[in-house]
């Protein structure tokens, strides 16, 4: 049975804004493996890189009260910085070979995660620590859209609160996502024909990350690490089974 492809639009937005309005993150780890049956891999990509911004944007003002610019803008600032670093790197790095190392790296840590329970929260490092790390994640974002990850592995690591993590992986995501955007835009991946998709996109994301949202004030501390390891732990087996 051939499905219409405004339905794989549809059903693939609202999913990823689900996950989005319930982590702070994950719209393309979502969306584009499902878009891929009804849009070309450009165009999917610079899709969920809209609806990406569109939900967090939509449900920031959830953890708008905790975002504190002390903590934030030392990962932000570096990231920034990080994403040219990123884009320039691409001519250099062999696709193959990052994805197998991100990949491993993503599913071993997020496994032993899970697996560690009494895990203690680490305060080494301070502001200088979180910049070398929004800097690492802004790299990664200008060359492979992975730039949730190191920020999110380290506030897990900082042992911080459900509502203090996800303000500094949201912001930070919200900063480069917006950035890695408008760099679409201004090399012409944003045009007419991703209308039609951005339309049919956009109302599905944000009923999905309504919905995320209100599960998302559900959730302890404890519930919403497994949910953020098991994220991770998916994208790192996305990585390497593309390998395949």
């Not at 570096?78 to 491993?104: E, M």
Request: proline residues 5%; contains cysteine; charged residues 10%.
């Amino acid at each position: 049975m051939t499905v219409d492809p405004n339905v794989i639009i549809t059903l693939g937005a609202f999913a990823g804004g689900f996950v989005s309005g319930l982590a702070g993150f994950g719209t393309a780890l979502t969306t584009v493996g499902i878009w891929l049956h009804a849009l070309e891999p450009a165009a999917a990509a610079t899709l969920a890189l809209i609806c990406s911004v569109s939900a967090q944007v939509f449900t920031i003002p959830a953890i708008w009260r905790d975002i504190q610019p002390a903590r934030v803008l030392p990962f932000i600032i570096p990231g920034l910085l990080g994403v040219p670093v990123g884009l320039w790197a691409l001519t250099y790095v062999h696709p193959q070979s990052f994805k197998f190392g991100a990949g491993l790296l993503l599913v071993v840590f997020s496994s032993f995660m899970l697996l560690w329970r009494g895990r203690p929260a680490m305060s080494w490092g301070g502001r200088a620590a979180d910049a070398v790390i929004g800097l690492i994640g802004g790299v990664l974002g200008g060359l492979s859209g992975l730039s949730g990850a190191p920020p999110t592995i380290w506030a897990t690591l900082r042992g911080w609160s459900k509502d203090q993590k996800r303000s500094v992986f949201q912001a930070f995501n919200l900063s480069i996502l917006a950035s890695a955007l408008a760099g679409h835009a201004l090399t012409g991946r944003v045009n007419e024909s991703l209308i039609t998709p951005v339309m049919l996109a956009l109302p599905g994301t944000f009923i999905g990350a309504f919905l995320g949202v209100r599960t998302y004030r559900l959730l302890n501390d404890r519930n919403f690490s497994d949910l953020v390891m098991t994220l991770l732990l998916l994208s790192g087996v996305t990585l390497l089974v593309s390998l395949a």
